[in-house]
């Protein structure tokens, strides 16, 4: 048995309409998804997994949702080569006020900072609540959490976009396989 918990306003996204969703991950993986609507606790049975590779994912697949991840994004991990990270932004916040400057910062204006992540890397994000979320594959995600490093630690915003511009024909290079 695999746990996780997700926030009840996620747990529709988790569900989908008339459990659709649901039963989408637990075809996909072989397992058997129960929610309980109240406390937000998922308990995933793998003991019908063919793969229990899969069934790990089917665990990171619901914390990816419980981050604010659509099922679109967070059915990314089913890929062989997709991972998820969760960073948590009171590690790098000494108060309260300093994660919401912070995760603004992640976001930028209109989600210019978080949206050109996503361009230039490959990499889905979504910050939620006091956390940041990556899934992506292994080298692109090195290049993406590098970015979102620098963000928490206060680099300027175009320091960051170099970075990743710098960054974008390493990533092409990889991607054609060189």
């Known amino acids: ?56 994912k089917a665990k990171d697949v619901v914390q990816a949702m419980a981050r604010g991840f659509s099922e679109d994004r967070a059915f990314r991990l089913l890929d062989e080569d997709a991972y998820f990270e969760v960073l948590d932004i009171k590690d790098f916040a000494h108060s309260k006020n300093r994660v919401a400057q912070i ?22 994000v979504s910050v939620w609540g006091h956390t940041i979320a990556l899934i992506g594959g292994t080298f692109e995600m090195a290049i993406a959490r590098e970015a979102v ?10 320091t960051v976009y170099r970075f990743l511009e710098r960054k974008r024909a390493d990533i092409k290079v990889y991607q054609m396989g060189f």
Do not use: C, N, W
């Open 149 to 158: 490093f620098m963000l928490l630690r206060g680099s300027e915003h175009k």
């Open 1 to 56: 048995m695999l746990y996780a918990r997700i926030s009840a306003e996620r747990i529709g996204v988790l569900i989908g309409p008339e459990g659709t969703t649901k039963e989408r991950l637990q075809k996909a993986t072989g397992t058997r998804i129960s929610v309980d609507s109240t406390t937000g606790d998922v308990t995933i049975d793998e003991a019908q997994a063919q793969d229990p590779v899969l069934a790990l």
């Open 103 to 124: 995760r603004a910062r992640l976001i930028g204006t209109r989600g210019k900072t978080r949206r050109l992540i996503e361009e230039l890397t490959g990499v889905e």
